[in-house]
Nanobody, 122 residues
Framework: QVQLVESGGGLVQPGGSLRLSCAAS????????MGWYRQAPGKQRELVAA???????NYADSVKGRFTISRDNAKNTVYLQMNSLNPEDTAVYYC????????????????WGQGTQVTVSS
């Protein structure tokens, strides 16, 4: 079966950093665009960052310049490096295997990780 497993979340102080990982199994990882989503209490799930099969990246305006998405196809893993974290980044973060359209549009696929909690608080 397809499985996406996130790790790396936790509690950090404002200004701190975290690196999230999402390990994929049961799918041909290299043919999927990958995305990181987050959902905060009372808010809609939103796309944070996406990376295409050929390495093109896109970011939500709210995280641009602070977050970096990357992938390692040899390890079937996608990463989200999060720097300069602020309380507004607090959310459950999910990875997703989906589809990239053109250079800037990402469509979520049916495969989701279980989520990892990121809490930014002093």
């Amino acid at each position: 079966q397809v499985q996406l497993v996130e790790s790396g979340g936790g509690l950090v102080q404002p200004g701190g950093s975290l690196r999230l990982s999402c390990a994929a199994s049961g799918l041909i990882f290299a043919i999927y665009a990958m995305g990181w989503y987050r959902q905060a209490p009372g808010k809609q799930r939103e796309l944070v960052a996406a990376i295409s099969t050929d390495g093109v990246t896109n970011y939500a305006d709210s995280v641009k310049g602070r977050f970096t998405i990357s992938r390692d196809n040899a390890k079937n893993t996608v990463y989200l490096q999060m720097n300069s974290l602020n309380p507004e980044d607090t959310a459950v973060y999910y990875c997703n295997a989906g589809t990239q359209y053109g250079s800037s549009s990402y469509r979520a696929g049916d495969y989701w990780g279980q989520g990892t909690q990121v809490t930014v608080s002093s």
